[in-house]
């Protein structure tokens, strides 16, 4: 038989002899050409000349022999040195030589078809250059002519399907009716054939690589045609190369789904359920395992869309903006129903093309935003400068500092107005007073106090209500609830009920948690104003949380338990027996009545997300955001009560209108739980739980409008410990505003006001009536001396600030572990104290807190991309921190440090960004030259020390690069316009660490304070003479301190492989040209079955004489350059 594989083909010639043969060869378009002077052609250019020219059948098939020799004994950097010296275009000219005769010869066609395949799957430009020489259309005759013979046809395919790769080649094939070629001829193949069929099926899907090519098919009525091909060959696929066809075909059923009319197709042609039938098959052999994922993939892309049961994707907290037309915008745009699947609309900005490089932006200092007389203003809030500590030696407490303890609200009252006043008639704009006044006037829901009171508890008073052997162990204070529920008229005895019932339950039940105090959490949050007005705590803000006794690891991914949930989607389509689909919570609707055996849920409280929940069999729910407030995006943050559970029995919940392409719940993490029964029994932890978890795209769309949208899944169950318990579910630990209010009277009260100066002032007030609090730490001077007060007017200042973005409320437990460390007597921070003052401002965002957004304010913007320009009117929090800055540089005060809190989905560990002007430009790549720049490496130092300070801190990640998108930032701001060389935004993960100590375990809330501590640890290594200020003994106090934890060793991935893809953007892998290759050698050397009409009478002979040694290294040596 014939055969031309690796062991048998002749070579007999030289190249002297080859050479001889030489003419000057193809130069059109200006590809390699053969150059026409022997001495600087090399043995394959001569080669390759001599193919197109080699008039007789004999030597046409020793070149293709020596070629094909030469690409199977090499590595790809031979094969693309063959490309590179015009390899493709000889072979494409043999074809279109031999081919184009009356009768080709196929002795001569076959190896060629064969051989361009494999070189041509390896040849980018391989359409492309087959279009130029005509070999296209050409090859699309010769499969119609040899339709009937199997290995012929095999070839055109293979060629047909490498030819492909190029869109216009792809289209011109298909524009010649070879899709319709290609389509009729799978049938005339029998399981004999199964190369044919598959190279068909192949060939078929690359040339669904075309928009064009793929309506004709669906157009014509294809996918009902692949479908049922798919289910014929799925019934025979015991045989493992029927396998290989259903890949083939699952590939150009996902080919034809990239579009909508392609899906449309498979839906109506009952293809989930056939391809669901099939996959129930596949679960059960092991053969075929592999057909699983590609079709679960199939099914998901395919489900109908299915709008979210909204009745508007708008938030349903709206804010009046002042200057904005309170108007929801008009939406209504139907789905974009031609979006395609493949089309991933996450805007992750190409790195180095955001990188700033034009080196004005990156040095000059931009004017400063707002006149020089504007500053005066904020030197109230530099209370130390201004401080005569005369009092210190006289009364125990400083007066300012009671002021604010006492009356807050009244002082902050004076502060604003007073920043009013000089602001008003400076602005042609809003002004401030007249639009923070239609605010307070329009929102401002700060309940009573007492009405709060009233309905506090909400949580455990349904404990109450609901479970009766809880009942006896809190029945005093159940009374006391009943009580005050029924006299709300009567607020004083209502009030006084219900602190009874605090008490009682905090003398019954009370932990001792630090810095936190149930009753001044009441207090505060009786003044925290939100949209919708809450009257209502969720229990474990009121009782407070201790991080859990030891670590928690990262959950271990299950296998498969994506293809398991989505298997899970796709039955509810199919088999609607026990789909419940009923609503059982909804925000916008408390009159609702749900079953008595469902969940029951609440979110109606300080940082609360939770829009609807929807039952969907017994034990599953579906949970819809809120979108963030005067918006319709940005979900991903939640937090909510729920209730009425069963002990022991897995609830599976479903958040399915998240945005985030990924997150760290495909790596480990887990959402947070909290038992309210556990509490009162001595366990008041937030606790991270749920197993089963899974973060996918899904088939759900907006309800209304907003375009090319891809929702994800965030899936998890979790068991319940205790039935009738009250739970709450956060993505993260909650930290609301009044938490902060309450945490920061607690430090107050706590500090020795001998010693520490601690004063908290009101900022400014947000959009909706919060006072946005900034706290001053420092040392109380050690006496009135000069000498004494000097230094602590000239100590540096350091700028803290937090929380701008209310989903990452990691950020906060940060700022927490900072603030009270700089309130102890820790001797480091009775040293810092001495050293520096510190300006912190922990919560820069509260009103975005307080209503449970992810990322924006009430105006709907994201306030860390306003720095630049921040409105006084609709980002005053910001307008005004950045006032402070301009105000403490105008007293050459600019601060030492500048640091951002913020929190990470996306990556592992605690990490800061910097800026540097020459890592921007190398890593860009800028031409700029970089020699004589000279700049302080001075920020590197604090990360540095972070990493051998701070456990859960990674050196490796950090990075100094300035993005152009990143511009309107905190840390570039403060760095480009006020000159802070340490300007930084601290990201720290929602799960946990891959390196250090830590590594494999979820960050507590322990840890997170921890870094807020390290990180102020950091800041001694900034002082210049901490030899002359700090004592020997501090330092070794430090160094004894000091955990190496070995972080800097890990360049590694930013994430861990996958057990399987998490992503679904990827499509169903293409052939690639190992597995071409294989299908065309198995081809190739099995081909001793005789197949009938394929081989002419001379073959035997020529094949006979063609068994020859192997290729000599010598005459390798003279192709090819060394070492190829
Ligand atoms: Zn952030």
């Known amino acids: 038989m014939f055969g031309y594989g690796r062991s048998n083909f002749t070579w007999n010639g030289t190249l002297r002899e080859l050479e001889g043969r030489r003419a000057p060869c193809i130069t059109e378009r200006g590809r390699p050409s053969m150059t026409a002077s022997p001495s600087s052609s090399s043995g394959l250019e001569v080669l390759l000349s001599s193919l197109q020219n080699a008039g007789d059948v004999e030597s046409t098939i ?18 693309h040195y063959m490309i590179s010296k015009g390899c493709s275009e000889a072979l494409l000219t043999a074809l279109v030589n031999t081919g184009r005769s009356f009768s080709p010869n196929f002795n001569v066609l076959l190896p060629l078809l064969h051989l361009l395949a494999k070189i041509g799957h390896r040849d980018r430009r391989i359409g492309v250059k087959a279009e130029d020489a005509g070999a296209a259309l050409l090859t699309l005759n010769l499969l119609r002519q040899n339709i009937k013979y199997a290995r012929r046809a095999a070839a055109c395919l293979w060629v047909i399907q490498v030819f492909s790769s190029s869109v216009s080649t792809a289209n011109l094939i298909g524009e010649n009716h070879g899709l319709e070629t290609i389509y009729r001829l799978i049938p005339h193949f029998t399981t004999e054939n199964l190369h044919t069929i598959k190279a068909a099926i192949d060939a078929f899907a690359a040339l669904l690589c075309t928009r064009a090519n793929v309506c004709s098919v669906v157009s014509k009525g294809y996918v009902s045609g692949l479908l049922r091909l798919y289910e014929d060959w799925h019934a025979k696929a015991i045989q493992h190369a029927a396998v290989a066809i ?7 059923l996902h080919k034809v789904t990239h579009s909508t009319a392609g899906r449309q197709a498979l839906v109506s042609q009952g293809g989930i359920r056939l391809l669901y039938g099939a996959t129930q098959t596949c679960l059960l052999s092991k053969g075929l395992e592999s057909l699983v994922e590609p079709t679960v993939q199939l099914m998901r892309k395919c489900l109908t869309k299915t709008p979210l049961p909204l009745t508007s994707d708008w938030s349903a907290y709206s804010f009046p903006v002042p200057g904005r ?15 395609d699947e493949s089309d991933d609309n996450e805007a992750e900005a190409v790195f180095d093309d955001d990188l700033e490089t034009d080196l004005n932006k990156l040095r000059l200092r931009p004017d400063p935003d707002r006149p020089k007389e504007l500053l005066p203003q904020y030197s109230r809030l530099c209370p130390e400068l201004s401080q005569d500590f005369q009092e210190l030696c006289l009364c125990s407490e400083p007066e300012e500092s009671s002021a604010a303890s006492s009356s807050s609200s009244d002082e902050d009252a004076v502060l604003v107005s007073g920043l009013q006043l000089q602001r008003s008639g400076t602005d042609g704009g809003w002004s401030e007073s007249s639009n923070s006044s239609s605010a307070s006037d329009t929102v401002g829901h700060a309940p009573a106090a007492a009405h709060l009171e009233a309905r506090d508890f909400h949580s455990h ?21 009943c009580r005050g529920q029924s006299g709300e008229d009567e607020q004083d005895v209502d009030a006084s009920n219900h602190r009874s019932m605090i008490d009682r339950l905090l003398e019954k039940h009370g932990p001792c948690i630090p810095h936190h105090d149930p009753k001044m959490y009441r207090a505060a949050a009786a003044t925290t104003k939100s949209i919708p007005g809450f ?12 991080p859990m006794p030891g670590h928690e690891p990262m959950a271990p991914r299950k296998p498969n338990v994506q293809r398991q949930k989505v298997f899970e989607d796709a039955q509810r389509f199919l088999i609607t027996d026990g789909i419940i689909n009923q609503v059982v919570f909804d925000l916008e609707d408390s009159s609702l009545q749900c079953p008595s055996d469902s969940l029951r849920f609440f979110s109606k409280f300080e940082c609360g997300n939770l829009r609807k929940a929807v039952q969907v069999r017994r034990c599953e729910y579906d949970l819809i955001l809120n979108a963030d407030a005067n918006s319709s995006q940005h979900t991903q943050w939640f937090y909510f009560e729920v209730s009425n559970m069963v002990a022991e029995v897995p609830y599976r919940f479903n958040v399915i209108n998240c945005e985030k392409s990924n997150s760290q719940f495909n790596y480990g993490m887990q959402p947070v739980l909290y038992s309210v029964r556990e509490a009162l029994e001595g366990r008041p932890h937030w606790v991270r739980t749920g197993t089963e978890i899974c973060y996918f795209r899904n088939h759900f769309c907006p309800a209304r409008g907003r375009r090319k949208t891809t929702f994800y899944t965030l899936t998890f169950t979790i068991t319940f410990k205790h039935n009738e318990d009250v739970c709450y579910l956060a993505y993260h630990y909650p930290y609301t505003y009044s938490a902060l209010k309450a945490h920061l009277k607690v430090l107050q009260k706590s500090v020795d006001p001998a010693t520490v100066f601690f004063q908290q002032q009101v900022l400014c007030c947000t959009l909706a009536g919060n006072p946005c609090p900034v706290v001053t730490i420092t040392a109380c001077p050690a006496s009135r001396a000069w000498k004494d007060m000097h230094q602590l007017r000239n100590r540096p200042c350091i700028m803290l600030t937090g929380r701008v973005h209310p989903g990452e409320s990691n950020a906060s437990w940060v700022m927490k572990g900072t603030l009270e460390f700089l309130c102890s007597s820790d001797p480091v ?6 050293a520096f003052v510190f300006k912190l401002i922990p919560m820069l965002n509260p ?3 307080v209503n449970g957004t992810n990322r924006c304010d009430l105006s709907g913007e994201d306030l860390n991309r306003q720095w630049s320009k921040p409105d006084p009117v609709l980002s005053p929090t910001i307008y005004h921190t950045k006032g402070l800055l301009y105000y403490l540089s105008s007293i050459g005060r600019t601060p030492l440090v500048f640091c951002d809190y913020h929190g990470h989905s996306r990556k592992k560990n605690v990490f800061l960004y910097g800026c540097s002007v020459k890592e921007t430009l190398w890593q860009s790549g800028s031409a700029v030259n970089t020699v004589g720049l000279k700049e302080d490496p001075g920020y590197r130092t604090i990360p540095k020390t972070l990493d051998r300070l701070a456990p859960a801190f990674s050196f490796n990640s950090c990075n100094y690069l300035v993005e152009k998108s990143r511009s309107a930032t905190a840390r570039v701001v403060v760095w480009r316009e006020m000159g802070v060389l340490r300007s930084y935004t601290m990201e720290s993960t929602h799960n946990g660490c891959d390196q250090g100590i830590y590594k494999g375990l979820q960050t507590g809330t322990r840890e997170l304070q921890e870094m807020g501590v390290k990180f102020c640890h950091s800041l001694l290594s900034v002082t210049k003479d901490v030899k002359s200020l700090y004592s020997q003994r501090l330092i070794s106090h430090m160094d004894n301190n000091v955990v190496d934890h070995k972080s800097h060793n890990c360049f590694e991935d930013d994430e861990p492989p996958c057990v399987e893809e998490i992503e679904y953007s990827a499509d169903c892998p293409g052939l690639s040209a190992a597995d071409l290759d294989s299908d065309v050698n198995a081809h190739t050397t099995a081909a001793d079955e005789d197949e009938e009409g394929d081989e002419g009478p001379g073959e035997a002979k020529l094949r006979r004489g063609s068994v020859g040694q192997s290729l000599q290294s010598s005459t390798r040596g003279r192709l090819f350059p060394p070492a190829m």
């Open 246 to 252: 259903c890949h083939s075909l699952l590939r150009c």
């Open 829 to 834: 921070a009775q040293s810092l104290r001495e």
């Open 62 to 79: 020793n070149i293709i022999n020596v070629l094909d020799e030469l690409l199977s004994a090499g590595t790809d950097r031979r094969i």
């Open 325 to 339: 037309a309170h108007a929801v915008p008009a939406m209504d745009v139907q789905p974009d129903e031609n979006s």
């Open 847 to 849: 009103d975005g807190v």
């Open 461 to 481: 008073r349904s404990i109450l209500t609901t479970s009766s052997s809880f009942r006896t162990q809190v029945r005093d204070a159940s009374d006391d609830a």
């Open 535 to 546: 009257s209502v705590l969720a229990f474990p803000d009121v009782w407070g949380h201790l």
